[in-house]
């Protein structure tokens, strides 16, 4: 069969290797000149890691990320250094950190040159299964497909033809993300420190490098003159080794951008010939870092429920529609309850004045260990469904 996926993001490329793997001939239209990940890292937990087990990629994933992060102290700080919480180690045993860009590559490198288009940008997507875009030239095109998969990021053009779009929502505080020049000796600690209506994240990675992010509550749309002078303002007095990590990080290896999820949810991923996939279906605020994992599961999900008819010539419009069907009941409630909890995540991260913030504290130090652990393994025990 014959698929074509808008988005060569995490979620577009793990579709596109694990259906290609499955023997359906995938097509991917990229609108950027290249196909890249952009700066920063990623954290994938055991869902995610056996969604690309799913499609092929797990060991060479495992060989070019980073299991520190499972072994270190994590869990949330105050300002001046002390834990309120810690995570239970047994329940993130699995988790996994990876520059984005070798996680790219590593989902390219199965595919055929001739599969993934760059300087493609999709303009429409009919039910029918039609696509039509500009190439690098601004030439119109149009191609038919038995499937087309709609990756194509929050701001999704697919979604916002489903009459239900519920647009996009600002969560009232913008992330700055970036990764050290050289390694930093973490002693054996990570984790994020929150303080009031700011927090400041940091995570290992492969060979004592460090990927940190810092959040700040902001109106929509705020930008920085200068990120180092404003991460010096709001971080620089927190605890060690932080203020050693921004200076440690070069100004053009530090993102900013704000931080949205979707406004309400969607009822159905699908509609006629298209599945929405990863953040144009559910993009969430990145509390729980799961809204690559998701994508990943939606990737190996849609790969299992196709994989009957991936392989034929051209796939009956009733097959489709079946796995179509079975990917919203498998993947709506799911994603859409992480989102959801990811959200409050970030209200209790981000809540208002210094009283809120102290009794937030409170309430993390008596969150009982067995009530987190639930928590986490309730989203990271996740398992492919199978073909
Ligand atoms: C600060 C921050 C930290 C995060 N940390 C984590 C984490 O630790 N773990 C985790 O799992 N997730 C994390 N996430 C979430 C994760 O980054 C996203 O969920 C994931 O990247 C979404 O992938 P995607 O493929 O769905 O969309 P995208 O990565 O947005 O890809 C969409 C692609 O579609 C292309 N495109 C768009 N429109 C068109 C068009 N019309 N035609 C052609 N191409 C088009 C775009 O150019 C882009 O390449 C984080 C997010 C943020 C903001």
């Given amino acids: 069969?014959?698929?074509?996926?808008?988005?060569?993001?995490?979620?577009?490329?793990?579709?596109?290797?694990?259906?290609?793997?499955?023997?359906?001939?995938?097509?991917?239209?990229?609108?950027?000149?290249?196909?890249?990940?952009?700066?920063?890292?990623?954290?994938?937990?055991?869902?995610?890691?056996?969604?690309?087990?799913?499609?092929?990629?797990?060991?060479?994933?495992?060989?070019?990320?980073?299991?520190?992060?499972?072994?270190?102290?994590?869990?949330?700080?105050?300002?001046?250094?002390?834990?309120?919480?810690?995570?239970?180690?047994?329940?993130?045993?699995?988790?996994?950190?990876?520059?984005?860009?070798?996680?790219?590559?590593?989902?390219?490198?199965?595919?055929?040159?001739?599969?993934?288009?760059?300087?493609?940008?999709?303009?429409?997507?009919?039910?029918?299964?039609?696509?039509?875009?500009?190439?690098?030239?601004?030439?119109?095109?149009?191609?038919?497909?038995?499937?087309?998969?709609?990756?194509?990021?929050?701001?999704?053009?697919?979604?916002?033809?489903?009459?239900?779009?519920?647009?996009?929502?600002?969560?009232?505080?913008?992330?700055?993300?970036?990764?050290?020049?050289?390694?930093?000796?973490?002693?054996?600690?990570?984790?994020?420190?929150?303080?009031?209506?700011?927090?400041?994240?940091?995570?290992?990675?492969?060979?004592?490098?460090?990927?940190?992010?810092?959040?700040?509550?902001v109106a929509e749309g705020h930008r920085f003159a200068d990120n180092h002078a404003a991460l010096r303002e709001h971080f620089g007095g927190w605890h060690a080794p932080i203020a050693e990590l921004i200076e440690a990080t070069d100004a053009d290896r530090i993102g900013y951008q704000p931080i949205s999820d979707l406004g309400g949810r969607l009822p159905s991923y699908t509609r006629g010939r298209i599945a929405l996939l990863g953040d144009a279906a559910h993009a969430m605020t990145p509390n729980l870092g799961q809204g690559g994992g998701q994508a990943m599961e939606d990737a190996a999900t849609i790969t299992a429920l196709l994989a009957p008819i991936a392989g034929s010539q051209a796939a009956p419009e009733r097959a489709v529609a079946d796995a179509l069907t079975r990917y919203d009941k498998l993947r709506v409630k799911r994603t859409q309850s992480i989102a959801a909890r990811s959200r409050v995540g970030g209200q209790l991260a981000h809540a208002p004045g210094k009283g809120l913030t102290g009794a937030r504290d409170l309430l993390l130090k008596a969150t009982p260990t067995a009530a987190l652990r639930k928590q986490l393994t309730s989203i990271q025990g996740w398992r492919p469904p199978s073909s």
């Fill in 1 to 217: 069969m014959r698929v074509g996926i808008i988005g060569a993001g995490i979620g577009g490329l793990c579709a596109a290797v694990g259906l290609h793997r499955a023997g359906a001939e995938v097509t991917v239209f990229e609108q950027a000149p290249s196909v890249r990940a952009g700066g920063s890292g990623i954290s994938v937990f055991g869902n995610g890691l056996r969604a690309l087990d799913a499609i092929g990629v797990g060991d060479v994933f495992r060989e070019i990320s980073s299991s520190e992060a499972a072994r270190f102290t994590g869990g949330q700080r105050r300002p001046d250094g002390a834990w309120l919480k810690t995570f239970p180690a047994d329940a993130i045993t699995e988790l996994r950190v990876v520059d984005r860009e070798p996680l790219h590559e590593i989902l390219l490198s199965p595919l055929p040159g001739s599969a993934v288009r760059t300087e493609a940008k999709v303009t429409a997507v009919s039910p029918a299964g039609s696509v039509s875009w500009s190439d690098g030239s601004g030439a119109q095109q149009s191609e038919d497909f038995d499937l087309v998969i709609a990756a194509d990021g929050i701001g999704s053009r697919v979604r916002r033809s489903f009459q239900s779009d519920p647009g996009i929502a600002y969560s009232g505080y913008s992330a700055w993300r970036g990764i050290t020049r050289h390694p930093i000796d973490l002693d054996g600690e990570a984790g994020e420190t929150w303080g009031t209506r700011k927090r400041f994240g940091i995570v290992p990675l492969k060979g004592g490098y460090v990927y940190w992010f810092a959040v700040l509550s």
